[in-house]
């Protein structure tokens, strides 16, 4: 494995995401999600051709002609395997609150909006929310507003949901029927006790929380010789920043 002190958080945290996306079909990145579709990429590297992504936004990875209709089409006939979500707001049931604080609608603070969260959130089996701010604010006890929740009840036709949860302090799963999340592990240099710090709801921690696994050098010189690369073409910014790779 490489030297932690050598891994950024951005090279990290993509490839969580990519062990999160194994033996998917089709996965799909939003707009403004550069780690996500990091994380895609590479997990496309690793499955052989076997894996197709689509990066709303980028020409050279869009299988679309038709946008987002195209997307929420490909979840209705159950062939979109992952999506990413993130929220102003998480909830310990994993409720997104993508509209804003306070009471709605006089909001304190008001956010884009839900756009088609909540469809795609009920149909795609793997969702990974996605912050890059690991804090109360973020996480809080309740959501103020609940843009898409979490779980429903079984009377409701649902085959999407929660699957996991990437952070830049740690890695959590989400159990549907407990309607809670757990930690799986830790990144290194931060500890449980801070997780628990940060984060405004309770969640499960087993006895023995590993620390989670940095990739190894055959993978960062991946992320770092082709997917920032890739990356740069729909996020130029990003990969100038993180990687010093230029359109």
Known sequence: MADPAEVKTEELLITIIARLLEGCRLVAAGASSPIPGGGCLLARRH??????VNILGSRANNLMTNGGVE?????????LDAFFLGGGQIDGEANINLVGTGDYPQ??????????SAYLYYLVPRVILFREEHTRRVF???????ST?????????RTGGPYAMVSPLCLMGFDAKRRRFHLK????GHTIEEVRDNTGF?????????ETEMPSRAVLDEIRQHVSREI?????????????VAA
Do not use: C
């Open 71 to 79: 997307l929420f089409d490909w979840a209705g006939q159950g062939r």
């Open 232 to 244: 740069a073409e729909t996020y130029p910014r990003f990969a100038e920043r993180v990687f010093d």
């Open 140 to 146: 809080v006890p309740k959501v103020d507003f609940v």
């Open 185 to 188: 592990s830790v990144h290194p």
């Open 149 to 157: 929740p979490g779980v429903s009840d079984e009377s409701v036709y």
């Open 202 to 210: 309770d969640f499960d921690v087993p006895d023995n929380v590993p």
């Open 107 to 116: 909001n304190d603070i008001r956010w884009p909006g839900s756009f088609g």
């Open 47 to 52: 499955s052989g051709g076997a894996m197709h």
